[in-house]
């Protein structure tokens, strides 16, 4: 594996909004993660390379509690709110909690973020802007 932890959550400093996204995205694909996986219960998110060797966070705040009911209008209108640098990332994943959604997984080589509702269904996919 190339990339550690560490290297990780420096480039995650960076991003004060959704707006500075596109950059971080960049950051960590040139660290060599190819793709992760993010849950909102507790913020834990696992960074993989090519050959599926990971690292992960582990938790990053107390627990939210993700609901079983998926209302994803609201959920589109709050994950735009974000993208334009309306909510910092702590509230991006309450609003994912409240909204069913899960968490997210990340296709750094396809550019793709997929949100993915308690069943595992994917429920949104979106082109992360490049």
Same mark, same amino acid.
């Given at each position: 594996?190339?990339?550690?932890?560490?290297?990780?959550?420096?480039?995650?400093?960076?991003?004060?909004?959704?707006?500075?996204?596109?950059?971080?995205?960049?950051?960590?694909?040139?660290?060599?993660?190819?793709?992760?996986?993010? %849950?909102?219960?507790? !913020?834990? /998110?696992? @960074?993989?390379?090519?050959?599926?060797?990971? *690292? =992960?966070? #582990?938790?990053?705040?107390?627990?939210?509690?993700?609901?079983?009911?998926?209302?994803?209008?609201?959920?589109?209108?709050?994950?735009? %709110?974000?993208?334009? !640098?309306? /909510?910092? @990332?702590?509230?991006?994943?309450?609003?994912? *909690? =409240?909204? #069913?959604?899960?968490?997210?997984?990340?296709?750094?080589?396809?550019?793709?973020?997929?949100?993915?509702?308690?069943?595992?269904?994917?429920?949104?996919?979106?082109?992360?802007?490049?």
């Amino acid at each position: 594996m190339k990339f550690t932890i560490d290297e990780i959550k420096t480039a995650h400093q960076k991003v004060k909004s959704g707006a500075d996204f596109p950059n971080y995205i960049q950051e960590i694909k040139n660290l060599s993660v190819s793709h992760y996986k993010a %849950l909102v219960a507790d !913020g834990n /998110t696992q @960074y993989f390379d090519a050959e599926n060797n990971y *690292a =992960e966070t #582990g938790r990053k705040y107390e627990d939210f509690i993700v609901s079983e009911i998926l209302d994803i209008e609201n959920f589109k209108a709050r994950l735009k %709110l974000h993208q334009q !640098g309306g /909510t910092d @990332y702590l509230t991006f994943c309450k609003d994912c *909690a =409240e909204n #069913g959604i899960e968490g997210w997984k990340m296709d750094l080589n396809k550019m793709t973020c997929t949100y993915f509702d308690k069943n595992g269904n994917d429920v949104l996919e979106e082109k992360v802007p490049s």
